[in-house]
């Protein structure tokens, strides 16, 4: 990625999770003493943006935080990775969301999610943005937020030509919707990547099995994206576009912990992807960083860099 820094703007909620190791996990009425405690900033947006500038590129983060004390460990912790923070908005009225997480002996868990400011993210803190966003290369939006500013910013990188990158995650106010039921922006985008659950449930199928998963990406397409990019674990991925469909592998690394690939990998595409237009080579790069991803501890602190992406692809090549 030489010569000039692209820049992407990422779209995507915030949260701090704090991690509580303890004997065994408490049950209602249960008073349990605690061993350790761990803050760790984390969620879609700062998880993918933190990949994208990992990758080389400049990045701004459209985000909301509370009015606590959280909301400055988010800034520091972002500001490590220079990670742009203007549009990291404020939300006085209340708290940066959380993450609970009760870590037994056994290494099991237990979390609890607290959505808190990123519920407020709203279309006129994307329209703020908007000359940031026409200047990027790459729009990533992770689903998970408030449908309007979802909407929002797929309308306002549309119109100035930013290529848009879309986790068709159900919007917060839509815990429970009926299947493919999505705004019809969400299938104007440049690249949809989803699981191969949610891909399934957008397009209304009622088994998620790799034998149907072209299937599922053709009626995406068909719908209006671009493209569709299913990931499937260690099955690898699915690029599908007007063009065919195409298989790539996942990469052979000792799993340690899944909980940073998916945004690994998301992060990592739009980096390819706002350098050079071809999503199948964008998809295999995004594979190398969410394999690299499981093989830490973590989900921000798990994220590979460029040059270890690219050395895993090397060893990839080469065997």
């Known amino acids: ?12 909620g915030t949260y701090v999770d704090m991690a509580l190791r303890c004997g065994q996990v408490p049950v209602p009425g249960q008073f349990v003493n605690g ?28 985000s909301k935080v509370g009015g606590d004390p959280f909301a400055q460990m988010v800034k520091k912790s ?44 709203m279309s006129q803190d994307i329209d ?21 500013a979802i909407t929002t910013a797929i309308r306002c990188a549309k119109l100035r030509g930013t290529k848009v990158i879309l986790n068709p995650a159900r919007p917060m106010e839509q815990s429970e919707r009926e299947s493919g039921d999505l705004p019809i922006e969400y299938f104007s985008v440049d690249i949809l990547v989803t699981n191969l659950f949610e891909a399934a449930d957008i397009t209304d199928h009622s088994d998620a099995n790799i034998r149907v998963a072209k299937l599922i ?23 599908v576009d007007r063009a065919g469909a195409d298989h790539v592998a996942a990469f052979d690394v000792e799993l340690v912990d899944q909980t940073g690939r998916g945004d690994a990998f998301a992060g990592a595409l739009a980096a390819y992807c706002a350098v050079k237009d071809d999503v199948r080579e964008a998809a295999k ?16 602190e798990a994220l590979p860099t460029r040059a270890e992406i690219i050395e895993l692809l090397q060893k990839e090549d080469s065997e």
């Open 78 to 121: 972002l500001g490590e990775f220079n990670i742009n923070t203007d549009f990291v908005y404020g939300a006085e009225a209340k708290n940066t969301g959380v993450i609970v997480t009760f870590v037994n002996a056994e290494g099991e868990n237990a979390s609890l999610t607290y959505t808190g400011a990123n519920s407020a993210l």
């Open 35 to 62: 061993t350790a405690v761990f803050y760790t900033v984390t969620g879609p947006g700062p998880n993918q943006a933190a990949e994208v500038a990992l990758c080389g590129c400049q990045v701004y983060l459209i």
């Open 1 to 12: 990625m030489a010569g000039r820094i692209p820049k992407v703007v990422v779209v995507g």
């Open 285 to 300: 790069f995004a594979s190398a960083a969410g394999a690299l991803a499981c093989t830490k501890f973590g989900s921000i």
């Open 217 to 239: 990406g053709s009626d995406l397409v068909a719908r209006g994206a671009g493209s569709a990019v299913i990931t499937m674990g260690k099955r690898g991925c699915l690029v």
């Open 128 to 148: 703020a943005a908007e000359q940031v966003i026409s200047e990027a290369d790459v729009c990533l939006i992770h689903g998970n937020l408030p449908q309007d």
